[in-house]
């Protein structure tokens, strides 16, 4: 699970402070796929940030996965990162240089897997998401739907616990943003706790849950499905991969 308690982040320059969560309280379940809402500068890309351990806060607890990370120096919060956070990001941030196989391995390579392993788990990646027939392309030969398609690959080839997406479909056309929200869906039912930044009042209609931030605070929380959906995610298909194409 993720809980963070009384969560305080602010931002310092010269001449302003700025205040970007104020005693942020958020629990999230395990296997609970979560949409976190709210206008700009309401917090959302900072509480995302936090619970990714890309950023440290002033004041409060983070626990996750059952420890509290709270106090992690830079390397221990990298580490911890890489073990049990998969990450997917608006603007996708392949390397442009290197095919699907070499982007989704790249994650890979930093927590050390043998080649074998990490062909493996590339090539189950590629296959969940579609795009394994075409991991020797690079990203510019590639639409924008597959594109965030290998990005959720790279993220999902750790097997990470939990997934932090940031506004995944902000760049794609409605019919892509669909399809790439059921893969997430796909993911999610499998068992993957989800955390999705969005301003997509339809797409985050499709989470577990909802919490709307305002002023780096709770706003309102509403649930759509039921806690025995939450907490018994069903496996799709017996477990397939997925076969759409975007």
């Known amino acids: 699970m993720l809980q963070m308690t009384n969560v305080r982040k602010i931002y310092r320059t010269e001449l302003v402070e700025t205040h970007a969560l104020r005693d942020l309280t958020v629990s999230v379940a395990g296997g609970e796929f979560v949409a976190v809402t709210g206008s700009s500068g309401s917090g959302k890309t900072t509480f995302l940030n936090i619970a990714g351990l890309l950023?440290?806060?002033?004041?409060?607890?983070?626990?996750?996965?059952?420890?509290?990370?709270?106090?992690?120096?830079?390397?221990?919060?990298?580490?911890?990162?890489?073990?049990?956070?998969?990450?997917?990001?608006?603007?996708?941030?392949?390397?442009?240089?290197?095919?699907?196989?070499?982007?989704?391995?790249?994650?890979?390579?930093?927590?050390?897997?043998?080649?074998?392993?990490?062909?493996?788990?590339?090539?189950?990646?590629l296959e969940t998401v579609g795009l394994a027939s075409r991991m020797k392309h690079i990203p510019?030969?590639?639409?924008?739907?597959?594109?965030?398609?290998?990005?959720?690959?790279?993220?999902?080839?750790?097997?990470?616990k939990f997934l932090l997406a940031d506004e995944p479909t902000g760049n794609l056309d409605t019919v892509m943003a669909l399809?790439?929200?059921?893969?997430?869906?796909?993911?999610?039912?499998?068992?993957?706790?989800?955390?999705?930044?969005?301003?997509?009042?339809?797409?985050?209609?499709?989470?577990?849950?909802?919490?709307?931030?305002?002023?780096?605070?709770?706003?309102?929380?509403e649930h759509t499905v039921s806690q025995e959906d939450i907490l018994i995610p069903a496996m799709l298909n017996g477990g397939e991969p997925l076969a759409a194409q975007l």
């Open 140 to 160: 510019a030969q590639l639409s924008g739907g597959q594109q965030q398609r290998v990005a959720i690959a790279r993220a999902i080839a750790g097997q990470p």
């Open 55 to 125: 950023e440290t806060f002033e004041h409060g607890t983070y626990v996750l996965d059952g420890e509290d990370v709270s106090g992690l120096n830079d390397d221990d919060r990298s580490i911890y990162r890489n073990h049990k956070i998969g990450f997917i990001f608006q603007s996708f941030n392949l390397i442009p240089d290197l095919d699907l196989f070499e982007n989704v391995d790249v994650p890979l390579r930093y927590r050390g897997f043998p080649a074998a392993e990490r062909r493996e788990r590339i090539g189950q990646a």
């Open 179 to 221: 399809q790439v929200m059921e893969l997430l869906e796909e993911i999610h039912a499998a068992g993957t706790t989800i955390v999705m930044v969005t301003h997509d009042a339809e797409l985050a209609g499709r989470a577990d849950r909802i919490i709307q931030l305002v002023d780096g605070c709770v706003l309102a929380e």
